[in-house]
């Protein structure tokens, strides 16, 4: 079992920059990346960006250019550094581990942009 918990979202004014963390715990090892996924309401969950152990990330269209995704793997967490945020940007901010069994999702974090 791998355990994530997220931190970090909140309402910021559009332009504004949020940082959103998340801690891993538990069978750690078995995780080969991290991700950040989000989903809005009425929409599907979709990938926001990813990086993987050996450090190769992935951003969404949306996100290039002004997300960016880091670990500390000393700390076993991922950090997504969200900055010149948009209304568009406003959904329900997930962490996810990918593993060689099953996915792990942790539980969300709300980021709402004001126009």
Excluded: H
């Excluded at 949020?18 to 991700?35: D, P, Q, V």
């Amino acid at each position: 079992q791998v355990q994530l918990v997220e931190s970090g979202g909140g309402l910021v004014q559009a332009g504004g920059s949020l940082r959103l963390s998340c801690a891993a715990s538990g069978r750690i090892f078995s995780i080969n990346a991290m991700g950040w996924y989000r989903q809005a309401p009425g929409n599907e969950r979709e990938l926001v960006a990813s990086i993987t152990n050996g450090g190769t990330t992935n951003y969404a269209d949306s996100a290039r250019g002004r997300f960016t995704i880091s670990r500390d793997n000393a700390k076993n967490t991922v950090y997504l550094q969200m900055n010149s945020l948009k209304s568009e940007d406003t959904a329900f901010y997930y962490c996810n581990a990918r593993t060689r069994g099953l996915p792990y999702w942790g539980q969300g974090t709300q980021v709402t942009v004001s126009s």
